[in-house]
């Protein structure tokens, strides 16, 4: 059973650092495009960064570009969301993703449905 497993989560203050792990059980992450998603309460749910599944290409959204960074370790079937100068808005259900179209050698997107394989999310609070 394929199946992805967030950790890393927990409250922080403002300014304050975190990094989320999406690990991978029962599969390896080579070969899918990984995308991690966030919603807060009482809002939609919303793409905040991925990675292809070559590692080549990465994308930020606007919200966090500059504060977060993204990367992926092969030996530890793993990938990180590196999270810095956080804010109360940040305050979300973080969710990693995956999926494996041909197109995520080379790019990857954060459009919610393409993506086949979900965690089940990691709690981050940034409050003082």
């Known amino acids: 059973q394929l199946q992805l497993v967030e950790s890393g989560g927990g409250l922080v203050q403002p300014g304050g650092s975190l990094r989320l792990s999406c690990a991978a059980s029962g599969f390896t992450l080579d070969g899918y495009a990984i995308g991690w998603f966030r919603q807060a309460p009482g809002k939609e749910r919303e793409g905040v960064s991925c990675?292809?599944?070559?590692?080549?290409?990465?994308k930020l959204s606007d919200s966090v570009k500059g504060r977060f960074t993204i990367s992926r370790d092969s030996a530890k079937n793993t990938v990180y969301l590196q999270m810095n100068s956080l804010k109360p808005e940040d305050t979300a259900v973080y969710y990693c993703a995956a999926e494996a179209r041909d197109i995520t050698k080379v790019i990857c997107l954060m459009t919610e449905n393409d993506y086949d394989y979900w965690g089940q999310g990691s709690q981050v609070i940034v409050s003082s």
């Open positions: 990675i292809s599944s070559s590692g080549g290409s990465t």
